[in-house]
């Protein structure tokens, strides 16, 4: 084989193996963003639940640290 075949292939090899190499990355990046599109409502919903949580047991908290009569209907978030 000639030597001038064999650079030509080792070029060619080098840029066919860069260019799946940027494509598979560019593939996997998109893919994690389209992932993480789709969890971030879910993701809001739950801050937001978590949010009323704190809120509802720091009123029930306060609540019991004034009166010592339990009102547990009061103090709990009503479910949509």
Same mark, same amino acid.
């Given at each position: 084989?000639?030597?001038?075949?064999? !650079?030509?292939? !080792?070029?060619?090899? =080098? +840029?066919?193996? =860069?260019?799946?190499?940027? =494509?598979?990355?560019?593939?996997? !990046? *998109? &893919?994690?963003?389209? &992932? @993480?599109? *789709?969890?971030?409502? @879910?993701?809001? &919903?739950?801050?937001?639940?978590? $949010? @009323?949580?704190?809120?509802?047991?720091? $009123?029930?908290? =306060?609540?019991?640290?004034? +009166?010592? @009569?339990?009102?547990? *209907?009061?103090?709990?978030?009503?479910?949509?």
């Amino acid at each position: 084989m000639d030597i001038a075949y064999l !650079s030509t292939l !080792s070029a060619l090899a =080098g +840029s066919a193996v =860069g260019g799946l190499t940027s =494509g598979v990355a560019t593939w996997l !990046s *998109q &893919r994690v963003q389209a &992932r @993480e599109n *789709q969890l971030a409502p @879910e993701m809001a &919903r739950q801050d937001d639940l978590y $949010k @009323e949580f704190i809120a509802a047991a720091s $009123k029930a908290y =306060g609540e019991a640290i004034v +009166s010592n @009569e339990p009102n547990v *209907q009061d103090s709990l978030p009503s479910t949509p």
